[in-house]
């Protein structure tokens, strides 16, 4: 019997008024939309409605401070929600889709990323997602006390780290350590916790996670690097890679591409989902789909 295949669907949440630049600019677009929580909810809800498998928040953790005329046309990132605060609030408002959010490697530490999307992943009973970034822009960098960003390979290599430290400590305790076991008067069983001995270039951790186990055991990581080092990055650690490719031939040479090299790290090529990015508009018909296309 054949199996039948289905397609993964993920809803990518930029600009909550829509991805177009003058999306706010619609009568009838929730201008405001980016730090109101009713209307994140009922976002995420008709995506749970119509099926779809995640529900991901796009993010840079920075404002643009000059050329401020221009952005202020195109308001990009800047009023938007921290990504894990928000899907921690979606977690109460959905039941099923899955909750992906960016967090940078560049300017955090992997005990805190660690802890919040276990914490996610508790709270959303199994449905927590990491979107691994290394930052793109000296907005960000300069709110951490960098002029610039670091040079490219530099980015990806603390990243690659950055993903193995984490990884270890959500694997800090057994799935069955925390017992409650008032017989014995033990609350977890310590030989089930297995603590992080790590030291490495860009990180030093000597300690376990203050969490139990997460649902997932790991949460999903996400990644979205098209260059050579990130797509060894993605092929070595990640789930689900968003492709970006603008016609049909390069969609098929990149997820050739990316999926050959799972091998080598002893993946199944089904361990990772390639999700291609579609921009939909939609009209009430044929007629008006094509006139607003060419807006």
């Given at each position: 019997?054949?199996?039948?295949?289905?397609?993964?669907?993920?809803?990518?949440?930029?600009?909550?008024?829509?991805?177009?630049?003058?999306?706010?600019?619609?009568?009838?677009?929730?201008?405001?939309?980016?730090?109101?929580?009713?209307?994140?909810?009922?976002?995420?809800?008709?995506?749970?409605?119509?099926?779809?498998?995640?529900?991901?928040?796009?993010?840079?953790?920075?404002?643009?401070?000059?050329?401020?005329?221009?952005?202020?046309?195109?308001?990009?990132?800047?009023?938007?929600?921290?990504?894990?605060?928000?899907?921690?609030?979606?977690?109460?408002?959905?039941?099923?889709?899955?909750?992906?959010?960016?967090?940078?490697?560049?300017?955090?530490?992997?005990?805190n990323v660690a802890r919040q999307f276990a914490s996610l992943d508790h709270i959303s009973a199994g449905r927590a997602a990491w979107?691994?970034?290394?930052?793109?822009?000296?907005?960000?960098?300069?709110?951490?006390?960098?002029?610039?960003?670091?040079?490219?390979?530099?980015?990806?290599?603390?990243?690659?780290?950055?993903?193995?430290?984490?990884?270890?400590?959500?694997?800090?305790?057994?799935?069955?350590?925390?017992?409650?076991?008032?017989?014995?008067?033990?609350f977890f069983e310590p030989m089930r916790q297995h603590p992080v001995h790590h030291a490495g270039k860009f990180f030093k951790v000597?300690?376990?996670?203050?969490?139990?186990?997460?649902?997932?055991?790991?949460?999903?990581?996400?990644?979205?690097?098209?260059?050579?080092?990130?797509?060894?990055?993605?092929?070595?650690?990640?789930?689900?890679?968003?492709?970006?490719?603008?016609?049909?031939?390069?969609?098929?040479?990149?997820?050739?591409?990316?999926?050959?090299?799972?091998?080598?790290?002893?993946?199944?090529?089904?361990?990772?989902?390639?999700?291609?990015?579609?921009?939909?508009?939609?009209?009430?018909?044929?007629r008006t789909k094509r006139r607003r296309c060419r807006r």
């Amino acid at each position: 019997m054949s199996s039948q295949k289905k397609i993964a669907l993920g809803m990518l949440i930029g600009q909550a008024a829509g991805g177009h630049p003058a999306a706010w600019l619609h009568p009838k677009a929730n201008a405001a939309g980016s730090t109101d929580i009713t209307y994140f909810r009922s976002l995420a809800q008709n995506a749970e409605r119509g099926l779809f498998d995640l529900f991901f928040i796009a993010d840079t953790p920075a404002a643009r401070t000059d050329n401020l005329h221009a952005w202020s046309r195109f308001p990009m990132f800047m009023n938007v929600l921290e990504p894990v605060t928000l899907l921690t609030a979606l977690a109460g408002a959905t039941t099923r889709i899955g909750l992906g959010g960016t967090v940078s490697t560049s300017f955090s530490e992997p005990y805190n990323v660690a802890r919040q999307f276990a914490s996610l992943d508790h709270i959303s009973a199994g449905r927590a997602a990491w979107n691994v970034v290394t930052s793109a822009n000296d907005y960000a960098a300069r709110n951490f006390g960098h002029s610039t960003l670091p040079p490219h390979a530099l980015r990806y290599e603390r990243a690659g780290e950055f993903v193995d430290v984490v990884n270890k400590l959500w694997d800090s305790w057994d799935d069955d350590a925390f017992v409650h076991n008032r017989n014995t008067g033990l609350f977890f069983e310590p030989m089930r916790q297995h603590p992080v001995h790590h030291a490495g270039k860009f990180f030093k951790v000597d300690g376990a996670l203050n969490i139990a186990r997460s649902p997932q055991g790991r949460p999903v990581i996400i990644q979205a690097g098209a260059s050579d080092t990130g797509l060894e990055l993605a092929a070595r650690t990640a789930e689900v890679v968003f492709a970006s490719a603008s016609n049909p031939q390069d969609a098929r040479h990149g997820y050739e591409e990316l999926k050959g090299r799972l091998a080598k790290y002893g993946r199944h090529p089904d361990s990772m989902k390639i999700l291609a990015g579609l921009p939909v508009v939609i009209g009430s018909s044929p007629r008006t789909k094509r006139r607003r296309c060419r807006r």
